[in-house]
C-alpha cells in the first residue's frame, strides 16, 4: 500500500519508507513491454518475442533495483537502509543524526555517514504553525526525516544494545541481471 505521503508497506514490527513513483513506472513499463509482445506474437513475430523477452527483463530488473527496491525500513531496535546493491542494519543508539541533503543521510556515532538511495523526499503538511522564517526549499526536504521518527513512533522503540550493525550485498538480483543478460546474448546469436 502505498499512500500520498510516502510510506508504504505496513507491517506489525516495521515500517518501509520509499518513493511511490518507483512502482508506477515499473508498471508503465511493464504495460508497454507486454503490449509489445502481445504485438509481436498476434503477428507470428516469435523470433522477435524471443529476442526482446530477456532483453525486456534486464530493463524490468534494472527498474526494480534502482526504483523499487531500495527504501527505509524503520524497526523497534533497527534503522535499515536498502540501498541497489547493499542493505545497512542500523541500531538505533548508533544512529546520530538523520538528515537530508537531496537524499537521507544516516550518520553514525563513529561519524560513518550512510546515504539512502530510496528514501522519498516528503513534503510536510502546509499549516499554519509551519515556521515562514525557513525558506521553501530547505523545508521541502524535511518530510522523510519527520515521516521516519512518525514510523518511530508507530512500531515503539525498543531497549538499546539488542542489536548489531550489519551490511550485507545483494547477490541474487544480480545474478538474476546476468542470467538475463546471458539469455538475451544467447537468443540473439542463435535466431540473428
Given at each position: 500500500m502505498i499512500r500520498g505521503d510516502g510510506v508504504s508497506g505496513r507491517g506489525t514490527d516495521r515500517i518501509v519508507i520509499r518513493g511511490a513513483s518507483g512502482w508506477w513506472i515499473s508498471?508503465?513499463?511493464?504495460?508497454?513491454?507486454?503490449?509489445?509482445?502481445?504485438?509481436?506474437?498476434?503477428?507470428?513475430?516469435?523470433?522477435?518475442?524471443?529476442?526482446?523477452?530477456?532483453?525486456?527483463?534486464?530493463?524490468?530488473?534494472?527498474?526494480?533495483?534502482l526504483l523499487i527496491r531500495p527504501c527505509v525500513i524503520v524497526a523497534p531496535a533497527t534503522l535499515t537502509v536498502v540501498n541497489v546493491f547493499r542493505t545497512h542494519t542500523i541500531p538505533w543508539h548508533e544512529v546520530a543524526e538523520l538528515h537530508v541533503r537531496?537524499?537521507?543521510?544516516?550518520?553514525?556515532?563513529?561519524?560513518?555517514a550512510i546515504r539512502a538511495w530510496g528514501s522519498p523526499t516528503v513534503r510536510p503538511r502546509r499549516d499554519r504553525e509551519a515556521d515562514v522564517s525557513t525558506s521553501h526549499r530547505s523545508r521541502a526536504f524535511v518530510g522523510v526525516v519527520e515521516a521516519i521518527d512518525h514510523a518511530r513512533d508507530?512500531?515503539?522503540?525498543?531497549?538499546t544494545g539488542e542489536a548489531a550493525r550489519t551490511v550485507s550485498v545483494a547477490w541474487l538480483p544480480l545474478l538474476a541481471l546476468a542470467?538475463?543478460?546471458?539469455?538475451?546474448?544467447t537468443a540473439a546469436g542463435l535466431l540473428l
Open positions: 508498471g508503465v513499463l511493464a504495460a508497454l513491454f507486454a503490449y509489445l509482445l502481445i504485438d509481436a506474437a498476434v503477428r507470428a513475430e516469435w523470433a522477435i518475442v524471443l529476442l526482446s523477452l530477456p532483453w525486456m527483463g534486464v530493463v524490468l530488473l534494472g527498474c526494480w533495483m537531496y537524499q537521507l543521510v544516516v550518520e553514525l556515532t563513529d561519524g560513518t508507530d512500531v515503539g522503540r525498543a531497549p542470467l538475463a543478460v546471458a539469455l538475451g546474448v
